[in-house]
């Protein structure tokens, strides 16, 4: 079997899939056969922040109970490989042991989390499509199984886009259930160790309407999910001057509704970082336009021209202030209705811009 067709063989599976996690099980369950590895972390991203947001797949690293840790380190400490490094790389995936020289402790992942694990390499790639992080998944082979090799590496990269592709199709918009998880801003508070101490109502009816998946114990008495506790280490990271990224996701709610995410550093004694308090809340139309209109894949210009038509001007207006002509302009809305399935100026703004 040539390598193009066990790419197309694990494209068809994800393209089968229901949902986003299934999605990651048929791509991971297929692309076992082809790249052995012991245990994975399939994880989608926020497409702006490159954060990780549900869902989460973790196979075979127990409950997934070490995930604080690998995030804590992935963002707070100098590390190979960065995810965020990656993002932005010509080639979006990388092994350890093949960065390092084949020496992983170069690694604080590694010398704090993987080595104490039996972990022996990981192969680490972020799917990417229209620039942008949808997704990342880590592959990890145990002590004495072999270090991931360049077809290994060739093969996930050829897979990045394609899936990438259909995890942003995934968060087309579609009707919520009307029930669930309140309407009030919810609020966390983490202590300087990122410990979380103080929690609100609203916030605990936000996370009950989250969907499963890996999280981390803590002292208020509920456990918090990965995907939150990633978003206030980011907070972390750029009081401390390691990220100038925003630390805030998307997420989908299991009743369909979009959540947002975000966390900001407070200022301690002397102005050292202080608490992290971290606001979960419906998404504004503003916090989806953009990932709503990736999902659609409209290009940059695309967005551009609808955003200016939601703003109510005529296409001679858009065109004067874009500095196209008219006919450019009547092109991109053709382009967008079709790749949206819609046929009018309201549809658009309904579909993009609307609550």
Known sequence: MTRSQRHAGIVAAAERAADALDCFGRASARLRRLVPFDAAVWSATDPETGLVTAPMLVENLGDGEGCGAYWESELLEENVLPFRDLARADVPVAGLRAATGDLPARSARF??????????????????????PWGSVSLFRMRGAPAFGQEDVALLAELSGPLADRLRRFATPHAPDSGGGGSAPGLLLFDENGEATSINEEARAHLASLPDGPSTPSALGLSLPIWLIGTALQARAVAQGRDRGNARIRLR?????????RASCLSGSGGRPGPVVLVIEPAAPADLALIVAQSYGLTAR???????VAQGLATAEISETLFISPHTVRGHLKAVFGKAGISSRGELVALLFAG
Do not use: K, P, Y
Not at 111 to 132: F, I, K, N, Q, Y
């Open 111 to 132: 010398r704090s989390l993987l080595g104490g694990m039996g972990v022996d390499d990981e192969l680490r790639a972020v799917l990417r499509a229209g620039g942008r």
């Open 253 to 261: 709610a299991r009743n369909g509704r979009w959540l947002t995410c």
């Open 302 to 308: 695309e967005f551009e021209i609808a955003r200016l």
